[in-house]
């Protein structure tokens, strides 16, 4: 089987509001563009188009078809969608690849969560028979895991204010964030609590934003990046839908998904985790040293937009592959609640 | 840009099966049950497969209403639809005789009366319909003791679950949509043209769906059309404006390369035909708005029928 790499990447700007449409075609029109000047890679070439949205968030049916048209999809295209973050579109589009039935795919993925109320649609993914029916809210579930993981011992509000305030740092240097700033943890500390035990800004902000990512096998990746981000190994593992099932202080799912693959050389991880408390637990999980860099970018914390920031973690470690600032780096994407399924890949400049 | 609020709201029905009709009846009844494994774990609520080995589960059994705080947040500004309408706690609840916890609300004056570990019980909604709403939330404290007390496990299974779904979002239209629909309340059809393949958009999109780049060229069509296809509606239906049978077609406006669906008036449904020449009819001035509704049907203009090469790249 072909080896793949990420051969492109481009997001959007992280901001609180678009004036576009919900199917996000605006937003993705750029992207397009930029991705295509970016490779070379012409829009004829490219054998799979692969997406993640949700009708949902965008609260209409088919919204990811209307998406379609910012492809300019004639004559007919090879497309496909997961109704999840599209770092999952990206697992498709791999598979794809290394099966040899393409050698080259582009994943996008979009969401204007300001058009509704997102921690209360994100309650829909929930058991629709014991859980959705009283609309438990995202925030709220992610609330729970926090205190969980307070009690166990396994992080403190302080790391948890540390880590928002070296996530508002670095973002300073990421024209496409949407907070940033200079905060000790301090004065985040003092900040009333939003979700007991979780304040604002251990909480992903709301946001609009789209993310495009290019794949190409063997063949073709020197073709279109000098330097391919090489995919070492990707792996995805779900636990129970039922949160009282499991130790939410921890991620069984992740610790799976890391023994699949080998980190070893990796220095530089760009983890989804959408509230502080999940990027130490994931930490924890995949054994990250604190010699490991995480979220250069400044992360989901610095600006989340749904169903893009996962395939977004996968772009922006491949950036430090494609620019030479990094050998080896790992990316980590999550989908469901309070970190149900997670996703690792392996990224090396050398194949 | 235009935008409006957009509620959809649907009443999901969902059948529960042998395993969680039987949970959902037992809640209907004030009793709790959990599904226990082949290793005597007790899973509340009942699951129909052990999350560990995927074995089904089908062995239910009471567990106490009564039970400990294993983690908990607090919702300061409760969302609709949450089972309280003042602030509350969120709480994971491992009932006395259970293994695993469930989420529900918790009752208390604030998160200052909350701690893990804390012991607390059911109450029960004084109407039930078998459903986890059928506990209205817990309250802190032991709950009534158990021996005698507690109602007895029903021989019963609930069949089916309805929940209401209500969401609400501001629906922005494009600007290409937005154009078009302003245009509309001055009574223009505007179309759009693609700058590549200058193909005319009505309406117009926010990317051409053969080259993928924003439609800008502002096109104004006028009021005659073409029928390039249609169906005869026999069909009744909630809501119909018009008694059947009357003709909806897709009306291909002089000037524009893609059709629209439309209502004709204005003949027996019986003679309408493909390539036949039809004209907008209006609705009075003071009723436009920013919609296409403005049109309130298309009717026979008297010109000869439309050669068919002349509309069949268009069907």
Not at chain 1, 127 to 148: F, G, H, I, K, N
Not at chain 1, 190 to 210: E, N, Y
Not at chain 2, 125 to 140: L, Y
Request: charged share 20%; proline share 8%.
């Amino acid at each position: 089987m072909t080896d793949v790499a990420v051969v492109g990447y481009a997001s959007s700007p992280s901001v609180r509001e678009t004036q576009g449409t919900t199917n996000g075609v605006e937003m993705l029109v750029p992207l397009f563009s930029e991705v295509f000047a970016e490779t070379g890679l012409r829009k004829s070439e490219v054998g799979f188009w692969c997406s993640g949205s949700s009708d949902y968030l965008a609260g209409r049916a088919f919204s990811f078809i209307a998406a379609v048209d910012a492809i300019g999809a004639v004559p007919p295209i090879n497309e496909s969608h997961v109704e999840m973050d599209a770092a999952w579109a990206a697992f498709e589009a791999m598979v794809a690849i290394r099966t040899g039935e393409v050698d080259t795919a582009v994943v996008y993925g979009f969401g204007k969560s300001s058009a509704g109320e997102l921690r209360k649609i994100l309650a829909l993914q929930l058991d629709p028979y014991t859980l959705a029916p009283l609309w438990p809210d995202s925030v709220s579930v992610a609330a729970l895991q926090a205190r969980a993981g307070i009690d166990a011992g396994a992080w403190t509000e302080q790391q948890m204010a540390e880590v928002v305030a070296a996530s508002r740092r670095k973002a300073r240097a990421n024209p496409r964030s949407q907070l940033s700033g200079e905060y000790t943890a301090e004065e985040l500390l003092a900040q009333p609590r939003f979700a007991d035990p979780l304040r604002r800004h251990d909480c992903a902000p709301v946001t609009d934003g789209a993310a495009v990512l290019v794949l190409a096998g063997a063949e073709r990746a020197e073709d279109l990046c000098e330097r391919p981000a090489w995919i070492g190994g990707m792996s995805h593992r779900v636990e129970t839908p039922h949160l009282g099932e499991r130790d939410l202080s921890t991620s069984v799912s992740t610790k799976a998904a890391a023994a699949d693959l080998d980190i070893g050389g990796v220095r530089l991880a760009e983890l989804h985790a959408p509230f502080s408390h999940q990027e130490i637990l994931l930490r924890q999980a995949i054994g990250l040293d604190e010699a490991v860099e995480v979220n250069p970018s400044g992360g989901p914390l610095a600006g989340n937009p749904m169903f893009a920031a996962g395939l977004s973690r996968i772009g922006e470690a491949a950036s430090r592959i494609h620019d030479g600032s990094a050998d080896a780096a790992l990316a980590h994407a999550t989908s469901g609640p309070a970190l149900q399924q997670n996703l690792l890949c392996v990224l090396r400049g050398e194949r | 840009m235009l935008s409006a609020p957009l509620e959809p709201g649907f009443d999901y029905t969902r059948s529960y099966g042998p395993l969680l009709g039987r949970f959902a009846a037992g809640l209907r009844a004030c009793r709790i049950l959990g599904a226990r494994g082949a290793d005597g774990k007790v899973h509340v609520p009942a699951v129909e497969y052990d999350p560990e080995t995927a074995a089904a589960l089908s062995e239910l059994v009471p567990v106490s209403p009564t039970g400990t705080v294993r983690t908990w947040s607090w919702q300061s500004a409760p969302l609709s639809g949450q089972p309280l309408e003042q602030p509350f706690a969120w709480a994971l609840i491992q009932l006395d005789g259970a293994d695993t916890a469930m989420l529900h609300a918790v009752e208390a004056p604030g998160p200052e009366a909350m701690r893990t570990g804390m012991r607390v019980h059911a109450r029960w909604a004084a109407e039930r319909r078998g459903a986890i709403t059928d506990i209205a939330c817990f309250v802190p404290g032991e709950g009534p003791d158990e021996r005698g007390e507690l109602p007895e496990v029903p021989d019963a299974v609930e069949e089916m679950l309805t929940s209401p779904i209500h969401l609400s979002y501001m629906h922005s239209a494009s600007p290409q949509e937005s154009t078009y629909l302003r245009e509309l309340a001055e009574g223009r059809v505007v179309g759009m043209r693609c700058p590549v393949c200058r193909k005319v958009y009505v309406p117009p999109r926010g990317a051409c769906p053969v080259d993928g780049v924003p439609t800008e060229e502002e096109v104004e069509l006028g009021d005659n059309a073409t029928i390039t296809t249609f169906c005869v509606v026999n069909v009744p239906f909630p809501g119909q404006r018009i008694k059947p049978p009357y003709v909806c077609a897709y009306i291909l406006l002089d000037g524009a390369d893609i059709p629209f669906l439309h209502i004709v008036l204005g003949c027996a449904a019986s003679e309408v035909r493909m390539g036949m020449r039809v004209r907008a009819a209006w609705k009075p001035r003071e009723e436009w708005t920013t919609n296409l509704a403005n049109i309130d049907h298309f009717t026979p203009n008297g010109e000869p029928d439309a050669p068919f090469e002349s509309y069949a790249h268009h069907l």
